[in-house]
Protein backbone atom coordinates (compact mmCIF):
# COMPACT_ATOMS: atom_id res chain seq x y z
CA UNK A 1 0.00 0.00 0.00
CA UNK A 2 1.24 3.26 -0.52
CA UNK A 3 1.00 6.82 1.52
CA UNK A 4 -0.32 9.77 -1.09
CA UNK A 5 0.88 12.71 -0.61
CA UNK A 6 0.55 16.33 -2.58
CA UNK A 7 3.99 17.07 -2.58
CA UNK A 8 7.19 14.85 -1.59
CA UNK A 9 10.40 16.83 -0.67
CA UNK A 10 13.93 14.24 -0.68
CA UNK A 11 16.00 15.24 1.62
CA UNK A 12 16.09 17.68 4.32
CA UNK A 13 19.21 19.35 3.86
CA UNK A 14 18.80 22.98 3.26
CA UNK A 15 17.13 22.84 0.38
CA UNK A 16 14.67 20.61 1.78
CA UNK A 17 13.88 22.00 4.75
CA UNK A 18 13.66 25.73 3.06
CA UNK A 19 11.04 23.98 0.40
CA UNK A 20 9.45 22.56 3.30
CA UNK A 21 9.54 25.80 5.04
CA UNK A 22 7.55 27.86 2.37
CA UNK A 23 5.28 25.46 1.56
CA UNK A 24 4.11 25.49 4.96
CA UNK A 25 3.51 29.65 4.79
CA UNK A 26 2.06 30.13 1.21
CA UNK A 27 -0.45 26.46 1.37
CA UNK A 28 -0.77 25.25 5.06
CA UNK A 29 -3.35 22.72 4.23
CA UNK A 30 -1.19 20.91 1.32
CA UNK A 31 -0.31 17.41 3.08
CA UNK A 32 3.48 17.27 2.08
CA UNK A 33 5.96 14.54 3.18
CA UNK A 34 9.90 15.01 3.64
CA UNK A 35 11.85 12.03 3.73
CA UNK A 36 15.47 11.68 4.24
CA UNK A 37 18.19 8.57 5.37
CA UNK A 38 19.49 10.41 8.35
CA UNK A 39 17.99 11.18 11.72
CA UNK A 40 16.39 14.38 13.35
CA UNK A 41 18.38 17.23 14.08
CA UNK A 42 18.12 15.86 18.00
CA UNK A 43 19.58 12.51 17.48
CA UNK A 44 22.14 12.74 14.97
CA UNK A 45 25.78 11.67 15.95
CA UNK A 46 29.14 10.96 14.81
CA UNK A 47 30.84 8.08 16.52
CA UNK A 48 33.76 9.80 16.51
CA UNK A 49 32.55 13.32 18.05
CA UNK A 50 30.83 11.18 20.63
CA UNK A 51 34.22 9.73 21.93
CA UNK A 52 33.16 6.19 21.09
CA UNK A 53 35.79 5.67 18.05
CA UNK A 54 38.63 7.53 16.74
CA UNK A 55 38.41 7.12 13.62
CA UNK A 56 35.89 6.93 10.56
CA UNK A 57 34.36 3.30 10.70
CA UNK A 58 32.28 4.52 7.59
CA UNK A 59 28.59 4.07 9.30
CA UNK A 60 26.00 3.19 5.99
CA UNK A 61 24.28 6.65 6.75
CA UNK A 62 26.93 9.34 8.24
CA UNK A 63 25.40 11.54 10.46
CA UNK A 64 27.85 14.22 10.05
CA UNK A 65 26.45 14.45 6.72
CA UNK A 66 22.40 13.41 6.71
CA UNK A 67 19.14 13.55 8.31
CA UNK A 68 17.79 16.90 9.42
CA UNK A 69 20.06 20.25 8.66
CA UNK A 70 21.93 17.96 6.26
CA UNK A 71 25.40 18.43 5.51
CA UNK A 72 25.24 21.81 6.98
CA UNK A 73 24.01 20.83 10.29
CA UNK A 74 27.46 20.86 12.06
CA UNK A 75 28.99 23.33 9.59
CA UNK A 76 29.96 26.73 11.87
CA UNK A 77 27.09 28.29 9.10
CA UNK A 78 29.39 30.79 7.20
CA UNK A 79 26.19 32.31 5.40
CA UNK A 80 27.32 34.45 2.00
CA UNK A 81 25.01 36.90 0.86
CA UNK A 82 26.40 36.84 -3.00
CA UNK A 83 25.77 35.24 -6.21
CA UNK A 84 29.60 35.45 -7.29
CA UNK A 85 30.02 32.20 -5.13
CA UNK A 86 28.21 29.33 -3.97
CA UNK A 87 26.01 27.89 -6.70
CA UNK A 88 24.89 28.84 -10.19
CA UNK A 89 21.13 29.95 -9.77
CA UNK A 90 21.99 32.99 -11.88
CA UNK A 91 21.98 30.56 -14.47
CA UNK A 92 17.87 30.22 -13.49
CA UNK A 93 16.90 33.19 -12.59
CA UNK A 94 18.31 36.49 -12.89
CA UNK A 95 20.62 38.07 -9.83
CA UNK A 96 18.46 40.43 -7.98
CA UNK A 97 15.31 37.19 -7.46
CA UNK A 98 18.43 35.15 -6.17
CA UNK A 99 19.29 38.17 -3.67
CA UNK A 100 16.10 38.49 -2.92
CA UNK A 101 15.46 34.73 -2.10
CA UNK A 102 19.28 34.27 -0.13
CA UNK A 103 17.85 37.55 2.03
CA UNK A 104 14.33 35.85 2.39
CA UNK A 105 16.18 32.69 3.88
CA UNK A 106 18.56 35.10 6.27
CA UNK A 107 15.22 36.52 7.64
CA UNK A 108 14.05 33.09 8.76
CA UNK A 109 17.07 32.54 10.07
CA UNK A 110 17.17 35.47 12.31
CA UNK A 111 13.61 34.64 13.14
CA UNK A 112 15.08 31.66 14.93
CA UNK A 113 17.80 32.90 16.39
CA UNK A 114 20.60 33.91 14.15
CA UNK A 115 22.48 36.98 14.67
CA UNK A 116 21.74 40.18 12.97
CA UNK A 117 25.50 40.81 12.61
CA UNK A 118 27.57 40.70 9.31
CA UNK A 119 30.77 41.10 7.98
CA UNK A 120 30.15 43.57 5.07
CA UNK A 121 32.92 44.33 2.51
CA UNK A 122 31.76 48.05 1.72
CA UNK A 123 33.80 49.29 4.10
CA UNK A 124 37.22 51.66 3.77
CA UNK A 125 39.10 48.79 5.59
CA UNK A 126 37.44 45.47 3.02
CA UNK A 127 38.37 47.83 0.27
CA UNK A 128 41.60 48.54 1.35
CA UNK A 129 42.40 44.89 1.51
CA UNK A 130 41.16 44.00 -1.87
CA UNK A 131 43.70 47.20 -3.15
CA UNK A 132 46.52 45.71 -1.20
CA UNK A 133 45.76 41.87 -2.40
CA UNK A 134 45.46 43.18 -6.60
CA UNK A 135 49.10 44.39 -5.52
CA UNK A 136 49.82 41.01 -5.07
CA UNK A 137 47.58 39.41 -8.53
CA UNK A 138 45.38 38.38 -6.00
CA UNK A 139 41.76 38.63 -6.21
CA UNK A 140 39.65 39.18 -3.27
CA UNK A 141 35.94 38.37 -4.06
CA UNK A 142 33.85 40.87 -2.32
CA UNK A 143 30.37 38.86 -0.22
CA UNK A 144 28.84 39.93 2.44
CA UNK A 145 29.13 37.01 5.47
CA UNK A 146 27.26 36.31 8.43
CA UNK A 147 29.12 33.89 11.21
CA UNK A 148 26.12 31.66 12.34
CA UNK A 149 28.71 29.63 14.64
CA UNK A 150 28.59 25.65 15.13
CA UNK A 151 26.42 25.49 18.25
CA UNK A 152 24.40 28.37 16.72
CA UNK A 153 23.83 26.67 13.45
CA UNK A 154 22.29 23.76 15.47
CA UNK A 155 19.82 25.71 17.94
CA UNK A 156 18.35 27.54 14.73
CA UNK A 157 17.61 24.44 12.74
CA UNK A 158 16.57 22.84 16.15
CA UNK A 159 13.93 26.04 16.24
CA UNK A 160 13.16 26.13 12.60
CA UNK A 161 12.56 21.72 12.75
CA UNK A 162 10.06 22.45 16.09
CA UNK A 163 7.78 24.80 13.42
CA UNK A 164 7.85 22.93 10.48
CA UNK A 165 7.17 19.42 11.91
CA UNK A 166 3.79 21.11 12.92
CA UNK A 167 2.75 21.16 9.14
CA UNK A 168 5.24 18.77 7.42
CA UNK A 169 5.60 15.29 7.80
CA UNK A 170 8.99 13.93 8.65
CA UNK A 171 10.23 10.22 7.63
CA UNK A 172 13.12 10.07 9.31
CA UNK A 173 16.04 6.73 9.02
CA UNK A 174 14.01 6.61 5.29
CA UNK A 175 16.01 6.40 2.46
CA UNK A 176 14.26 6.87 -1.08
CA UNK A 177 15.38 3.85 -3.52
CA UNK A 178 13.96 4.71 -6.51
CA UNK A 179 11.80 7.29 -8.37
CA UNK A 180 8.92 5.90 -10.73
CA UNK A 181 6.87 8.27 -13.01
CA UNK A 182 2.95 7.56 -12.65
CA UNK A 183 2.07 9.38 -15.64
CA UNK A 184 -0.18 12.18 -14.67
CA UNK A 185 -0.88 10.93 -11.39
CA UNK A 186 2.79 12.26 -10.55
CA UNK A 187 5.62 10.31 -9.03
CA UNK A 188 5.79 6.74 -7.25
CA UNK A 189 9.30 6.67 -4.62
CA UNK A 190 10.09 3.94 -3.34
CA UNK A 191 11.97 3.34 -0.26
CA UNK A 192 13.66 0.93 1.86
CA UNK A 193 11.06 1.16 4.03
CA UNK A 194 8.45 -1.10 2.39
CA UNK A 195 6.07 1.16 1.55
CA UNK A 196 5.99 3.42 -1.50
CA UNK A 197 5.20 7.21 -1.50
CA UNK A 198 3.00 8.57 -4.28
CA UNK A 199 2.63 12.37 -4.70
CA UNK A 200 1.66 14.54 -7.18
CA UNK A 201 4.50 17.35 -7.13
CA UNK A 202 8.13 16.02 -6.14
CA UNK A 203 11.43 18.07 -5.24
CA UNK A 204 14.40 16.11 -4.45
CA UNK A 205 17.26 17.86 -2.58
CA UNK A 206 19.71 15.01 -2.09
CA UNK A 207 22.66 17.18 -1.94
CA UNK A 208 25.81 15.90 -1.78
CA UNK A 209 25.87 12.58 -0.08
CA UNK A 210 23.19 11.34 -2.10
CA UNK A 211 23.90 12.94 -5.80
CA UNK A 212 25.55 9.32 -6.83
CA UNK A 213 22.05 8.27 -6.24
CA UNK A 214 20.31 10.72 -7.72
CA UNK A 215 21.95 10.94 -10.74
CA UNK A 216 21.79 7.20 -11.43
CA UNK A 217 17.94 7.83 -11.11
CA UNK A 218 17.75 10.68 -13.22
CA UNK A 219 20.13 8.33 -16.27
CA UNK A 220 16.94 6.15 -15.27
CA UNK A 221 14.21 8.32 -16.22
CA UNK A 222 16.29 9.90 -19.65
CA UNK A 223 16.89 12.86 -18.19
CA UNK A 224 20.11 14.98 -19.37
CA UNK A 225 23.43 15.67 -16.73
CA UNK A 226 25.94 18.08 -17.85
CA UNK A 227 29.12 16.79 -15.22
CA UNK A 228 30.56 19.54 -13.66
CA UNK A 229 34.20 20.34 -12.15
CA UNK A 230 35.55 18.69 -9.20
CA UNK A 231 38.02 20.97 -6.48
CA UNK A 232 41.14 19.34 -5.08
CA UNK A 233 43.35 20.84 -2.66
CA UNK A 234 44.58 21.10 0.89
CA UNK A 235 43.17 22.21 4.13
CA UNK A 236 45.97 24.81 5.29
CA UNK A 237 46.43 25.29 9.27
CA UNK A 238 48.45 27.93 10.87
CA UNK A 239 48.30 30.69 13.60
CA UNK A 240 45.36 32.93 13.66
CA UNK A 241 47.55 36.21 13.98
CA UNK A 242 49.12 35.38 10.28
CA UNK A 243 45.58 36.19 9.17
CA UNK A 244 44.11 38.58 11.68
CA UNK A 245 44.57 41.80 9.61
CA UNK A 246 41.83 39.98 6.86
CA UNK A 247 39.31 37.85 8.66
CA UNK A 248 38.87 40.93 11.31
CA UNK A 249 37.75 42.67 8.29
CA UNK A 250 36.14 40.39 5.94
CA UNK A 251 35.75 37.48 8.20
CA UNK A 252 35.64 34.65 5.17
CA UNK A 253 38.20 36.15 2.36
CA UNK A 254 37.98 34.30 -0.50
CA UNK A 255 41.46 34.93 -2.69
CA UNK A 256 40.89 33.90 -5.73
CA UNK A 257 44.87 33.49 -8.23
CA UNK A 258 45.96 32.32 -11.38
CA UNK A 259 49.42 30.48 -11.35
CA UNK A 260 52.34 31.73 -13.50
CA UNK A 261 53.32 28.14 -14.08
CA UNK A 262 50.36 26.33 -15.31
CA UNK A 263 47.57 28.91 -15.91
CA UNK A 264 45.23 27.14 -13.24
CA UNK A 265 42.83 29.09 -11.18
CA UNK A 266 43.66 28.45 -6.82
CA UNK A 267 41.37 29.64 -3.92
CA UNK A 268 41.26 29.92 -0.69
CA UNK A 269 38.11 28.48 0.75
CA UNK A 270 35.78 28.03 3.81
CA UNK A 271 38.23 30.19 5.80
CA UNK A 272 37.99 29.86 9.39
CA UNK A 273 39.60 32.30 12.24
CA UNK A 274 40.41 30.64 14.96
CA UNK A 275 38.71 26.87 14.27
CA UNK A 276 39.52 23.51 14.13
CA UNK A 277 39.99 21.42 11.16
CA UNK A 278 37.71 18.07 11.12
CA UNK A 279 37.68 14.78 8.84
CA UNK A 280 34.81 14.19 6.59
CA UNK A 281 33.45 11.22 5.40
CA UNK A 282 32.31 11.30 1.67
CA UNK A 283 31.26 7.61 0.83
CA UNK A 284 33.33 5.97 2.69
CA UNK A 285 36.68 8.34 1.25
CA UNK A 286 37.91 10.56 4.49
CA UNK A 287 38.66 14.40 3.18
CA UNK A 288 39.16 17.03 5.39
CA UNK A 289 37.19 20.02 6.17
CA UNK A 290 36.76 22.94 8.84
CA UNK A 291 35.04 25.00 11.42
CA UNK A 292 34.69 27.25 13.97
CA UNK A 293 32.84 28.56 16.83
CA UNK A 294 31.46 31.89 17.83
CA UNK A 295 32.00 31.51 21.14
CA UNK A 296 35.25 32.27 22.39
CA UNK A 297 36.16 29.69 24.42
CA UNK A 298 35.10 27.19 22.40
CA UNK A 299 38.05 28.78 19.78
CA UNK A 300 41.37 27.69 19.06
CA UNK A 301 44.56 29.86 18.19
CA UNK A 302 45.01 28.89 14.68
CA UNK A 303 43.01 29.84 11.39
CA UNK A 304 42.28 27.34 8.85
CA UNK A 305 41.22 27.26 5.29
CA UNK A 306 41.41 25.29 1.82
CA UNK A 307 43.27 25.78 -1.16
CA UNK A 308 41.72 24.57 -3.60
CA UNK A 309 42.24 23.99 -7.57
CA UNK A 310 39.34 23.49 -10.06
CA UNK A 311 39.41 20.65 -12.60
CA UNK A 312 37.17 20.13 -15.50
CA UNK A 313 37.24 17.12 -18.00
CA UNK A 314 36.05 16.53 -21.40
CA UNK A 315 37.51 14.23 -23.24
CA UNK A 316 38.18 10.97 -23.65
CA UNK A 317 37.24 11.43 -19.59
CA UNK A 318 34.58 12.59 -17.90
CA UNK A 319 34.52 11.65 -14.43
CA UNK A 320 35.64 14.31 -12.31
CA UNK A 321 33.92 12.85 -9.40
CA UNK A 322 35.68 9.31 -9.64
CA UNK A 323 39.37 11.02 -10.26
CA UNK A 324 38.25 13.43 -7.21
CA UNK A 325 37.67 10.43 -4.92
CA UNK A 326 40.58 8.74 -6.64
CA UNK A 327 42.63 11.00 -5.04
CA UNK A 328 41.43 11.20 -1.59
CA UNK A 329 41.36 7.66 -1.77
CA UNK A 330 45.80 7.80 -2.07
CA UNK A 331 45.67 10.03 1.04
CA UNK A 332 43.77 7.87 2.79
CA UNK A 333 45.67 4.61 1.75
CA UNK A 334 49.05 6.16 3.04
CA UNK A 335 47.68 7.23 6.17
CA UNK A 336 45.10 5.22 7.23
CA UNK A 337 42.53 8.82 7.31
CA UNK A 338 43.43 12.14 6.78
CA UNK A 339 47.57 12.94 6.02
CA UNK A 340 49.03 15.60 7.96
CA UNK A 341 52.74 17.43 6.23
CA UNK A 342 54.35 20.73 7.38
CA UNK A 343 54.64 23.12 4.69
CA UNK A 344 58.75 22.92 5.08
CA UNK A 345 58.95 19.40 4.69
CA UNK A 346 56.85 19.68 1.70
CA UNK A 347 59.14 21.62 0.13
CA UNK A 348 62.04 20.33 1.18
CA UNK A 349 61.06 17.11 -0.06
CA UNK A 350 60.82 15.26 3.07
CA UNK A 351 58.25 13.20 4.53
CA UNK A 352 56.94 14.77 8.13
CA UNK A 353 56.89 11.93 10.90
CA UNK A 354 55.76 11.93 14.18
CA UNK A 355 59.25 13.38 15.80
CA UNK A 356 59.42 16.32 13.34
CA UNK A 357 55.35 16.95 13.87
CA UNK A 358 56.49 17.21 17.27
CA UNK A 359 58.59 20.05 16.89
CA UNK A 360 56.17 21.88 14.94
CA UNK A 361 54.98 25.41 16.37
CA UNK A 362 51.64 25.40 14.91
CA UNK A 363 49.85 22.25 16.82
CA UNK A 364 47.61 20.30 14.81
CA UNK A 365 44.04 20.70 15.85
CA UNK A 366 42.97 17.53 14.15
CA UNK A 367 44.91 15.54 16.09
CA UNK A 368 43.80 12.41 14.44
CA UNK A 369 45.67 13.15 11.09
CA UNK A 370 48.45 11.48 10.41
CA UNK A 371 52.27 12.42 9.78
CA UNK A 372 53.27 12.18 6.02
CA UNK A 373 54.10 12.83 2.67
CA UNK A 374 51.75 14.98 0.33
CA UNK A 375 53.65 14.62 -2.86
CA UNK A 376 52.81 11.10 -2.69
CA UNK A 377 49.36 11.27 -2.58
CA UNK A 378 48.43 14.89 -4.87
CA UNK A 379 49.28 15.03 -8.71
CA UNK A 380 52.71 16.98 -9.19
CA UNK A 381 50.40 19.90 -10.99
CA UNK A 382 47.50 20.60 -8.52
CA UNK A 383 50.52 20.12 -5.47
CA UNK A 384 53.08 22.76 -7.62
CA UNK A 385 49.83 25.39 -7.71
CA UNK A 386 49.83 24.99 -4.21
CA UNK A 387 53.33 25.68 -3.50
CA UNK A 388 52.83 28.75 -5.66
CA UNK A 389 49.58 30.04 -4.10
CA UNK A 390 50.94 29.37 -0.48
CA UNK A 391 54.12 31.79 -1.50
CA UNK A 392 51.52 34.33 -3.23
CA UNK A 393 49.82 34.61 0.36
CA UNK A 394 52.85 35.16 2.03
CA UNK A 395 53.21 38.58 0.31
CA UNK A 396 49.69 39.23 1.48
CA UNK A 397 49.77 37.54 5.17
CA UNK A 398 53.55 36.96 5.69
CA UNK A 399 54.51 33.58 7.48
CA UNK A 400 51.78 31.65 5.67
CA UNK A 401 54.20 30.10 3.81
CA UNK A 402 56.30 29.28 7.37
CA UNK A 403 58.31 26.20 7.68
CA UNK A 404 55.28 24.70 10.25
CA UNK A 405 52.41 25.61 8.44
CA UNK A 406 50.43 22.85 8.12
CA UNK A 407 48.83 21.32 4.84
CA UNK A 408 46.18 18.37 5.78
CA UNK A 409 44.80 16.32 2.63
CA UNK A 410 43.31 15.56 0.72
CA UNK A 411 40.61 18.59 0.64
CA UNK A 412 37.96 17.45 -2.11
CA UNK A 413 34.94 18.97 -3.07
CA UNK A 414 32.56 17.26 -5.55
CA UNK A 415 29.88 19.52 -7.08
CA UNK A 416 26.87 16.98 -8.37
CA UNK A 417 26.46 15.98 -12.03
CA UNK A 418 24.40 19.15 -12.92
CA UNK A 419 20.63 18.11 -14.06
CA UNK A 420 19.11 20.06 -17.05
CA UNK A 421 16.44 22.26 -15.80
CA UNK A 422 13.73 25.18 -16.62
CA UNK A 423 14.34 28.72 -14.77
CA UNK A 424 11.99 27.32 -12.42
CA UNK A 425 14.33 24.32 -11.54
CA UNK A 426 11.95 21.86 -13.04
CA UNK A 427 13.42 18.79 -14.78
CA UNK A 428 11.61 17.77 -18.53
CA UNK A 429 9.52 15.93 -16.26
CA UNK A 430 6.37 18.13 -15.15
CA UNK A 431 6.10 19.06 -11.62
CA UNK A 432 9.78 16.97 -10.59
CA UNK A 433 11.83 19.77 -9.36
CA UNK A 434 15.57 19.82 -8.37
CA UNK A 435 17.14 21.96 -5.36
CA UNK A 436 20.46 22.60 -3.99
CA UNK A 437 23.78 21.03 -4.30
CA UNK A 438 22.87 17.67 -5.02
CA UNK A 439 21.00 18.50 -8.20
CA UNK A 440 24.33 19.99 -9.24
CA UNK A 441 22.93 24.03 -8.89
CA UNK A 442 24.50 25.37 -6.01
CA UNK A 443 27.40 24.59 -3.40
CA UNK A 444 26.92 26.84 -0.21
CA UNK A 445 23.85 27.04 2.53
CA UNK A 446 22.71 30.59 1.29
CA UNK A 447 21.98 29.24 -2.34
CA UNK A 448 20.66 25.70 -1.23
CA UNK A 449 18.14 27.25 1.03
CA UNK A 450 17.30 29.71 -1.38
CA UNK A 451 16.36 27.46 -4.61
CA UNK A 452 14.17 25.22 -1.79
CA UNK A 453 12.02 28.63 -1.23
CA UNK A 454 12.32 28.87 -4.75
CA UNK A 455 10.43 25.66 -6.13
CA UNK A 456 7.90 26.24 -3.57
CA UNK A 457 7.13 29.32 -4.80
CA UNK A 458 6.52 27.75 -8.19
CA UNK A 459 4.40 24.90 -6.96
CA UNK A 460 2.27 27.30 -4.55
CA UNK A 461 1.73 29.85 -7.57
CA UNK A 462 0.53 26.60 -10.23
CA UNK A 463 -1.74 25.28 -7.50
CA UNK A 464 -3.32 29.06 -7.21
CA UNK A 465 -3.35 29.41 -10.78
CA UNK A 466 -5.63 25.87 -11.32
CA UNK A 467 -7.45 27.25 -8.38
C1 LIG B 1 31.60 20.16 7.05
C2 LIG B 1 30.86 21.09 6.13
C3 LIG B 1 30.89 22.44 6.39
C4 LIG B 1 30.21 23.32 5.55
N1 LIG B 1 30.21 24.65 5.84
C5 LIG B 1 29.52 25.50 5.08
C6 LIG B 1 29.46 26.88 5.41
O1 LIG B 1 30.01 27.33 6.42
N2 LIG B 1 28.78 27.72 4.58
C7 LIG B 1 28.15 27.27 3.45
O2 LIG B 1 27.55 28.07 2.74
N3 LIG B 1 28.16 25.95 3.13
C8 LIG B 1 28.82 25.07 3.91
N4 LIG B 1 28.84 23.74 3.59
C9 LIG B 1 28.06 23.30 2.41
C10 LIG B 1 26.58 23.20 2.79
O3 LIG B 1 26.44 22.42 3.93
C11 LIG B 1 25.81 22.62 1.62
O4 LIG B 1 25.97 23.47 0.51
C12 LIG B 1 24.31 22.50 1.93
O5 LIG B 1 24.11 21.71 3.06
C13 LIG B 1 23.57 21.91 0.74
O6 LIG B 1 22.24 21.70 1.10
P1 LIG B 1 21.35 20.60 0.37
O7 LIG B 1 20.02 20.68 1.01
O8 LIG B 1 21.44 20.77 -1.08
O9 LIG B 1 22.04 19.20 0.68
P2 LIG B 1 22.44 18.49 2.04
O10 LIG B 1 22.62 19.48 3.12
O11 LIG B 1 23.59 17.62 1.72
O12 LIG B 1 21.18 17.59 2.43
C14 LIG B 1 20.77 16.51 1.64
C15 LIG B 1 19.95 15.55 2.49
O13 LIG B 1 19.38 14.58 1.62
C16 LIG B 1 19.41 13.33 2.25
N5 LIG B 1 19.39 12.28 1.22
C17 LIG B 1 20.29 12.08 0.23
N6 LIG B 1 19.92 11.05 -0.53
C18 LIG B 1 18.77 10.56 0.00
C19 LIG B 1 17.92 9.48 -0.35
N7 LIG B 1 18.14 8.68 -1.41
N8 LIG B 1 16.83 9.25 0.43
C20 LIG B 1 16.57 10.03 1.50
N9 LIG B 1 17.35 11.06 1.87
C21 LIG B 1 18.43 11.35 1.11
C22 LIG B 1 20.68 13.34 3.08
O14 LIG B 1 20.56 12.43 4.15
C23 LIG B 1 20.77 14.80 3.52
O15 LIG B 1 20.22 14.99 4.81
C24 LIG B 1 29.50 22.83 4.41
C25 LIG B 1 29.49 21.46 4.16
C26 LIG B 1 30.15 20.59 5.00
C27 LIG B 1 30.10 19.12 4.71
Redesign the pocket.
Known sequence: MSTRYDVAI????????FAGYELMRLCPSLKVVT????SDIYTRSCPIVAGKVKECIHCK?CD?????????????????FTTAF?GWLTDFMDAKEVMDLIDYVDSINVRHGATDQVFSTDTPAARALEKKALEFDLHLLQARCKHLGTENNLKILQSIYETVREHVEYRFR????SIEVLGTEGYRLG?DRGEPVDCRWLIA??????AE??SNQCKGLGLELINNQVDIGVRVELPAKVFEHITDVVYESKLVYRTKQYGDQVRTF?MNPYGHV?A?NVEGINTV???SYSDPALQSENTNFALLVSNRFTQPFNEPYRYGKHIASLSNMLAGGVLVQRFGDLVSGIRTNEHRMSKSFVRPTLTAAVPGDLSLALPKRQLDDIIEMIYQLDKLAPGTANYDTLLYGAEVKFYSARLALSGELETALPGFFA?????GV????????A??VKVARVIARRLSEQG
Not at 35 to 38: A, N, V
Not at 174 to 177: E, R
Open positions: IGCGEAGILDQGITMCGFGGAGAFSDGKYNGTSVATAPGRSGWFCVENGHAGDGATRGLAQAGSG
